[in-house]
């Protein structure tokens, strides 16, 4: 019996590349997974040696472990609700070992440059310096590691800085005594403001936002507030989005009242921010609300309200850039982190080429990046086809309404979808479509056949 085993590269071993292979070998699919970093685990992998982790020495994960286990693999019952981020890394690690994907993974040996061929296929160039070739590549290389920064009038004499790049409130600066001005109302914004603003180290604290955000709590009536969220695709989005609109104040209070500026958006039509201490921090005074900045002057900063203040410190938690260093800039990349992919993993004309974890999903990323691995297994053995190019292109403008319709149009939302709808339709509506277009079609035209399974196993990640 024939079997379709094309010659796999993963790009990138962090969680959407481990789960990634370890699904194409539950396919028994050969692969390599190139890692520039001496670790797996990427953005969780604290102190990263490719500089590819935005994790702050005090970070604990915002979603709650109920909400972040991979379906195959529980997160231990001993780990708390919301657990530190050594215990998310040393989660991967087991994770890894249990199910022996460390075999596959080339450390320190990533991706520099990925060309396709003219016949389909790619050439690999790898930090080493080898060229290697390989039938289907799967784009694993995060999209929180390459820092976004404002682009405001005038310049600052201070020290400006990215959140990526914060440890702690003595690296890489020593945050002590210093006027600070954190710019962003994200998570990470929140985080830092809460810890460079305790008392003890002197420090005048400002959050400036743009857009303002809806603070939603970790603990909703004792449990944490993510066990009560599981949307249905039975009812209509927009009727829960309303729903939880409704419910918001109720629960969490409104911005205003903590001294933030009034969200210019509804619940839910931006990302929100999880904080159990920042409303206490504003309330307490130790944090100081300012709306977004008007311009740069010396040590000064004016903002839009016609206020200003001298800082020496500017930290931007604004975001990141989706990036592709590997690939030519007039092949494929996302400007403005916007990327046109069918069901956010196939970019249409390119039919050997897979992306991995590229959204900002809600309410994480873990299930979500689990439930694209299964695609990406079913697709390299041929038992999922893609629709027509056309179709593919219909259904990424229908999809990115559906999920991004209602949001500010902003560089941080382009890739945001709702996981449990997300999942949903891939379970029951894509995956066994794809199925009958393969039984119908034929598996992909990219795909190397082999009658022996075993020898084609054997054959290794290069050719």
């Known amino acids: 019996m024939s079997a379709y085993l094309p010659r796999t590269a993963v790009i990138g071993a962090g969680i959407s590349g481990l789960t990634s292979g370890k699904m194409l070998a539950d396919y028994g699919v050969p692969y390599t997974c190139f890692e520039s970093s001496d670790r797996i685990g990427g953005n969780w992998a604290f102190g990263n040696p490719n500089g590819h982790s935005s994790a702050y020495r005090s970070l604990h994960i915002d979603t709650s472990k109920h909400q972040l286990s991979f379906r195959d693999f529980p997160m231990p019952e001993e780990y708390p609700d919301f657990p530190h981020h050594t215990q998310i890394k040393s989660y991967l690690d087991s994770y890894a070992e249990a199910f022996g994907l460390l075999d596959n993974i080339e450390f320190t040996n990533g991706v520099t440059h990925a060309r396709r061929l003219d016949g389909g296929g790619w050439e690999l160039e790898t930090q080493r310096g080898e060229r290697r070739l390989f039938d289907l590549l799967v784009v694993a290389n995060g999209h929180h590691w390459d820092p976004r920064y404002p682009d405001f009038p005038g310049t600052f004499d201070g020290t400006e800085m990215h959140a990526h790049h914060y440890i702690d409130p003595k690296t890489p600066h020593d945050f002590s005594g210093k006027r600070i001005l954190v710019v962003g109302l994200g998570n990470s914004a929140a985080d830092i403001a809460v810890e460079l603003s305790s008392k003890s180290l002197e420090n005048t604290l400002t959050l400036s936002t743009r857009s303002g955000a809806w603070i939603v709590p970790k603990y909703f ?8 969220y599981h949307t249905s695709p039975y009812i209509p989005f927009s009727w829960q989005r309303k ?4 419910m918001q104040p109720m629960t969490a209070g409104r911005p205003e009242d903590f001294g933030l500026p009034t969200p210019n958006h509804k619940f839910f039509e931006a990302h929100p921010t999880q904080s159990v201490e920042l409303p206490l921090r504003l309330g307490s005074g130790d944090v100081l609300p300012k709306p977004d900045i008007e311009r740069l002057d010396g040590s000064t900063v004016h903002f839009v309200d016609g206020t200003s203040d001298d800082f020496d410190i500017i ?6 850039n989706i990036t592709f260093p590997f690939f030519d800039p007039d092949f494929i990349s996302a400007p403005d982190n916007r ?7 196939f970019y249409p004309g390119v039919d050997d080429l897979v992306f991995a974890g590229f959204a900002q999903a809600t309410p994480t990323l873990f299930p979500f990046v689990e439930c694209q ?5 079913s697709y390299a053995v041929g038992r999922y086809r893609l629709p027509s190019e056309a179709e593919m292109h219909e259904v990424i403008v229908a999809d990115q309404q559906f999920f991004t319709g209602h949001m500010l149009d ?3 939302h382009t890739q945001q979808l709702d996981h449990y709808l997300y999942e949903h339709n891939i379970r029951t509506k894509e995956i066994p479509a794809g199925r009958r277009r393969a039984q119908a079609h034929g598996a992909p035209a990219w795909a190397r056949v082999a009658d022996d399974v075993t020898a084609a196993a054997a054959g290794g990640g290069s050719r």
């Open 221 to 228: 009536a004792g449990k944490p507030a993510d066990k009560y």
């Open 243 to 246: 729903f939880m609109q409704v």
């Open 315 to 320: 930290i931007y938690a604004t975001g990141y």
């Open 339 to 345: 990327i046109d992919l069918y069901k956010r993993m």
């Open 373 to 377: 691995a299964r695609v990406i297994g």
């Open 410 to 412: 902003r560089p941080r």
